[in-house]
C-alpha cells in the first residue's frame, strides 16, 4: 500500500492483502523518485488497482510527460539540467484532488515539489549509467514514451481524391492517456497551447527537429517557410514522393515520420530490373563449370513480372509514386531505364556469345561483380539491391534448390561393408548430387564425424555406376575384387 509518512517520504507498505509487484517494491526500497517512475510504467494496473496507486502513477506520468517535453538533453548527464515542475496552481490543483487516504492528510505542494525532484535525481542517475541515455531510459518505461513530446509528420493515403490521392499533417505528441495511447496535437494547435501557457522550453522542443529537417531538406524548409507546415495537405503523388526521398533526412533530424501501414520498412513497394540466370540448354539434365547460362531480363514489383504495358506506364509516369495493380510503387524513370538498358544489353551480348560462363553467372547471382566483368557487372553494380535483382530460374533454379536439400535415397557402392549414420547418409547425397551436376565439393564435416567414409561411399557408388562396371566372367570378378583390396587399402 502507498502511504505517504509523517516525514513527508513516500513508502511502499506490505499488505497481505495487496501485494505489489517486486519490481515496483524494489523500486522504492532505492528511493521514492525510482520508485515512483516504475509505477508509471506499470503495464498492469489491476496489481494497484486502489485510488491513491491511480493518484501516484498520474502525478508520475505527468513527470514523464515534462521530461519529454523538454529540449533534448545534452549525452553529459552529470550536467542535467532540472525538469521543469509544475506551476503552483497545479500543484494546488494536484493536492485538492488527492483521494481520502490514510497518510493523504500529509499532503502539500512542497512534498509534491520534493517527489517530483526525487524522480529527476532517480531519471538522471539512471540515464547516466545507461550508454542509450533519455532513449532507453524511456523505452524501459514503455516505448511510447519515447514519442512524447516529438513532432511527426504523417503521409496518408486519400482514396476519395484522385487528383491529390495523399495528405500530410505534421502534429505533436503531447502526453499518453489513460489508457495508453498516444495523443496528438496539431503541430499549429501545440504551438498555440504553448504559446498561450508561456512554456518556451516545450515550444523549443517543438521546433528544434522542425529546424534541423529544414536545415537538410528542401521539401521540409519550404513548408516551414511558407507556414504550411501547420495545415493539413492534400498532396499529389509527386509531392508524396519528395516526402518519401526525404523520410530519412527527417528521421536523422528527430522527426518521426509515419507513413501507410501497408509500405513494407516505411517505404512504398519498389520497381525493380528482374533478371533471371538460366540454363542455356533446358534440355539437359546436369550443368557444370563447362555449362553456359543465359539471361531473361524483364521488370518487376515484390517478385510480381510487369507486362511490357505496364513497365511503359511506369517509365512514362509524370511522379515517382505510381499506382499499379490497386498499389502504390516507387519508381526512379531515370536510374530504372539506365540499368534497364544495361542489363539488356548484357542479356544481347550473351545471346551473341551463346551464353555466359558458369562461373560468371553464379558470381552475378552471389552479387559478386568484381570478380566477374563485362557489361552484367556492370549492370549488377550500377542497379545494386535497390533497383535490380538478381535469380535464378528455369531449371537452374531447381538445381541450385536441390544442393541445399538434395534426395536422401542415394545409397553406396555394394563394395562399402559399412552403414551409414543418417548425417553420413546425408552427406553422401550431397556429394552425389555434386558430383552428377560435375561441380567441386568440400565437405566440411567436423574431425572425427566420418568425412572419410562418406567419400568411400561416394567412390564406391561412382565406380559401380562408371561404364563396364558391370562386366561380367571370372576376370572381371577378379579385377573388380583387386580393386576392392586395393582402394581399402589405399583409404584404410
Known amino acids: ?31 521514492p523518485g525510482a520508485g515512483l517512475l516504475q509505477l508509471a510504467a506499470e503495464e498492469s494496473e489491476e496489481d494497484l488497482s486502489t485510488a491513491e496507486a491511480a493518484y501516484w502513477r498520474g502525478f508520475a506520468r505527468e513527470f514523464l510527460t515534462a521530461l519529454c517535453h523538454a529540449p533534448e538533453r545534452s549525452r553529459d548527464f552529470s550536467e ?20 481520502p487516504a490514510p497518510g493523504m492528510e500529509y499532503l502539500t505542494t512542497a512534498v509534491l515539489r520534493a517527489l517530483w525532484g526525487e524522480m529527476d535525481a532517480a531519471a538522471q542517475a539512471e540515464c547516466a549509467a545507461d550508454p542509450g541515455g533519455l532513449e532507453a531510459f524511456l523505452r524501459r518505461r514503455n516505448p511510447l514514451w519515447r514519442l512524447v513530446g516529438r513532432v511527426t509528420f504523417h503521409l496518408a493515403e486519400n ?19 489513460a489508457a495508453a495511447q498516444l495523443q496528438y496535437l496539431p503541430l499549429g494547435k501545440a504551438l498555440r ?24 531538406n528542401d521539401l521540409a524548409r519550404e513548408l516551414l517557410d511558407s507556414r504550411r ?42 520497381a525493380k530490373v528482374a533478371v533471371q540466370v538460366e540454363a542455356g540448354d533446358e534440355t539437359k539434365t546436369t550443368v557444370g563449370l563447362s555449362s553456359l547460362l543465359s539471361f531473361n531480363v524483364g521488370v518487376a514489383v515484390e517478385g510480381e513480372a510487369l507486362t511490357p504495358e505496364e513497365v511503359e506506364m511506369i517509365l512514362n509516369a509524370p511522379a515517382n509514386l505510381v499506382s499499379l495493380r490497386g498499389k502504390w510503387i516507387e519508381v526512379d524513370r531515370e536510374k530504372l531505364q539506365s540499368v534497364l538498358d544495361l542489363w539488356r544489353r548484357a542479356e544481347r551480348e550473351a545471346e551473341a556469345a551463346g551464353g555466359i560462363g558458369f562461373l560468371e553467372g553464379m558470381r552475378l547471382l552471389a552479387g559478386m561483380p568484381d570478380l566477374g566483368g563485362g557489361i552484367a557487372a556492370e549492370a549488377l553494380v550500377e542497379g545494386g539491391g535497390d533497383w535490380a535483382a ?16 538434395p534426395k536422401r535415397d542415394v545409397k553406396p557402392g555394394k563394395a562399402l561393408r559399412a552403414t551409414l549414420r543418417p548425417y553420413q547418409q546425408q552427406g553422401l547425397a550431397w556429394l552425389s548430387l555434386m558430383a552428377d551436376l560435375r561441380l567441386g565439393a568440400c565437405l566440411a564435416d567436423d574431425m572425427g564425424l566420418g568425412k572419410t567414409i562418406q567419400v568411400i561411399a561416394l567412390l564406391t557408388r561412382l565406380r559401380e555406376a562408371a561404364p563396364g562396371a558391370r562386366a561380367t566372367g571370372a576376370k572381371a570378378k577378379a579385377a573388380r575384387r583387386k580393386r576392392e583390396v586395393g582402394f581399402a587399402v589405399g583409404n584404410g
Open 80 to 99: 542535467w539540467e532540472p525538469t521543469p515542475e509544475p506551476d503552483d496552481a497545479a500543484l494546488i490543483d494536484w493536492v485538492l484532488k488527492a483521494p
Open 229 to 270: 507546415i501547420f495545415q493539413a495537405l492534400a498532396w499529389t503523388p509527386a509531392e508524396a514522393a519528395r516526402f518519401i526521398a526525404g523520410s530519412a533526412e527527417f528521421e536523422e533530424s528527430g522527426v518521426i515520420v509515419k507513413v501507410p501501414d501497408w509500405w513494407a520498412r516505411g517505404r512504398p513497394a519498389r
Open 1 to 31: 500500500m502507498l502511504t505517504l509518512l509523517p516525514t513527508d517520504r513516500l513508502a511502499l507498505l506490505d499488505d497481505a492483502d495487496d501485494r505489489a509487484p517486486a519490481k515496483l517494491a524494489k523500486a522504492f526500497a532505492a528511493s
Open 159 to 177: 482514396k476519395r481524391n484522385a487528383e491529390y490521392p495523399f495528405a500530410f499533417l505534421a502534429t505533436y505528441t503531447h502526453r499518453i492517456s
Open 193 to 216: 497551447e504553448y504559446a498561450g501557457k508561456q512554456n518556451t522550453r516545450a515550444m523549443q522542443a517543438i521546433l528544434e527537429p522542425v529546424q534541423r529537417a529544414a536545415e537538410r
Open 390 to 405: 538478381v535469380s535464378a530460374g528455369g531449371r537452374l533454379r531447381d538445381l541450385l534448390e536441390s544442393i541445399g536439400s
